[in-house]
């Protein structure tokens, strides 16, 4: 089974069905995917900042996480006019 990649930026919701650490659902900015680290089938190792309810950082991490358990959130809407080329007048 293929999986989606876990990018730079990624926002994703983390519950208790991608580790059973997550007793209160967080939600994290990844920063990468440690691919050089040993894992088990289905597990993956990433590196992130844990957001707070207003979306700043508050808490880097590095954290072990099943990745049929992990849930993509859409970017907040600031996010996605930074990434976006500016608009052409004429």
């Known amino acids: 089974m293929r999986h989606r990649p876990i990018r ?23 920063i990468r995917e440690l691919v050089d680290q040993h894992t088990y089938d289905g597990w993956v190792w990433i590196t992130a900042y844990q957001l707070n309810a207003a979306g700043d950082a508050v808490r880097h991490r ?9 849930r993509w959130l859409t970017a907040p809407a600031a996010t996605r006019r930074a990434e976006s080329p500016p608009a052409v007048s004429s």
């Open 8 to 30: 730079p930026g990624d926002l994703l919701h983390l519950t208790r069905a991608a580790s059973p650490q997550f007793t209160r659902p967080i939600t994290v900015r990844a």
């Open 62 to 70: 590095e954290l072990y996480l099943r990745r049929d358990g992990l």
